[in-house]
Structures are given as structure tokens and as C-alpha cells.
């Protein structure tokens, strides 16, 4: 039974990006600290900043394209997850998120991990119905689901 004292949760705003190739492909890091863990580009939105600008500096931080080299074409959230229990984020239960959706302008060559400050080891494009929720921690595995679902139509079970 949940503690009736208890504060409720603090999430993160947070956004993510779907970029798409022109064969329909959406593109996915492996992140550094996690060998197997696959996801799409993500990360917070600093004080000040607005989910547009958020996405433009993580798309540059993590896989190094410029907002010329893609163009957002629908986006949708927001979508929320608590972290672990007794887990915390920069002082945040969980992190919602507003996913963009983006085809690529420039050639897939422009996506570089090799940044100043790496989130992935490397990259790769794969269909959406292609993603696997094992690559994810369990506590992610619902956002995705519905994200999937909400952008690709895609339906995955456990």
C-alpha cells in the first residue's frame, strides 16, 4: 500500500530523439557504460531552454549532428518512468520525456559518437519493429513500448 506521507515523484524533463533514414530505418546508440544497451539519443533539458533547443544540444553532445542535418517532423509526450527504487537522477525519481521524431537531412555519415564527452560506443539504423525492449533496463522497457507504438504502430509484448 502506497505511504499516504509519502511526496510524490519528481521527473526530470527530458527529451529523445527518432531520427530516420530515407528508408524508414530509425537510428540507435550503444551506450558507453552499458555493453548491449541500445536506445535512442536522449537527455535532459536544462533550466532556461526549451525542448526544441534541448533536442538540437543533445543530438550535437551525443552523436554530433547539427539541427541542418536533420528536420523534426512530429513529436509527441510526454512519456513517463520512475528510475530504480531508491535510485535518483540529478535529484529526480523518474524522467519524463517528449519524443521527436526527425528525418535525416545530411548523410548518415554525419552521425559521429566520437564527441567530446562519448554517451555511445557506436551506432546503428534498424528498423522500428527491429527493437529489442531487452536492450533496455526493465524500468525504461513501457516508455518504449509506447513509443513504438504511438510514432511506428509497432506492437511488443515482453
Known sequence: MPDPNASPP?????????????????????RIDTPGGWQFPQGGVDKGESREEALARELQEEI????????????????????EKGHKKKGFDGQEQHYFRAVMAA????????????????????????????WL????????RAVLRDFFGVIKGE
Open 107 to 134: 548523410p548518415e555519415s554525419a552521425v559521429d559518437v566520437k564527441t567530446e564527452e562519448p554517451e555511445f560506443r557506436a551506432t546503428r539504423w534498424i528498423r522500428p519493429e527491429e527493437f529489442d525492449l531487452a
Open 137 to 144: 533496463p526493465k524500468f525504461k522497457r513501457e516508455v518504449y
Open 64 to 83: 554530433s549532428l547539427k539541427p541542418g542535418d536533420y528536420r523534426v517532423i512530429e513529436n509527441k509526450g510526454p512519456y513517463r518512468y520512475l528510475l
Open 10 to 30: 519528481r521527473y526530470r524533463p527530458c527529451v529523445a530523439g527518432i531520427l530516420q533514414d530515407s528508408r524508414g530505418r530509425v537510428l540507435i546508440g550503444e
